[in-house]
């Protein structure tokens, strides 16, 4: 069966003005079959989503700040401490049977892993478009032609950080069934392709502006860390 899901959504456990129940109603109303909750640092809007999904896909995930950069641990049901080494966040996803996404993985700025990390490193795919990218055509096909050089998956996700942007892009997942080890399992074996749009402008000036804000942080921080998104 072909699912609709969208697979980077936050919720105001992290960074997003959504409340659960927004970001379900949603998907809902987009038309969505499921969305990945992608929080930093929490499950717990996962866990909320779970309790009030009704007929929709829920995927327990973690957007992670890695020693390296950001990954996607999805399908976890413990938090994955943020600052740990990629590899050890990697294994530890692993561990608990999860996938790991590199997100947004060439936007300056935001991707910070080169493509010789990228193959030296156990990731299950990359995010080869979020709604709020700029410049959508040309990233979309950079990280297409990007996926295929290293042989993995695809994904795509809203990166939403608002209820009204939940859903604008999506994966679209050829599963055996709406199980989530169905799912993942689909995921891995890249059983997906692209769904949706991208945003509308006004939501990836809000993004830039905020992206503006953590370069400034960065400068002056003593760990010179980049945006989380």
Known sequence: MMLKIDMHVHTWYSDSRASVEEVLEAARQKGLDGVAITDHDTLYGAYRAAEKKGKLIVIPGEEVMTNQGEILSLGIKKTIPKDLS???AIERTHLQR???IVPHPTIPLFGRFRERDLKN???DGLEVLSAVTPLPGYFLKKNLELARR???SITVGSDSHSSETVG???TIVNSESRDLRDILR???????SVGGHASKSAFKIGMVKGLFIHVLKAYVAPSHRILRT
């Open 86 to 88: 990629v590899v050890e």
């Open 98 to 100: 999860g996938l790991v």
């Open 121 to 123: 490193l156990q990731i």
């Open 150 to 152: 290293l042989g993995v």
């Open 168 to 170: 604008d892009a999506y």
């Open 186 to 192: 689909a995921i891995r074996l890249g059983h997906t």
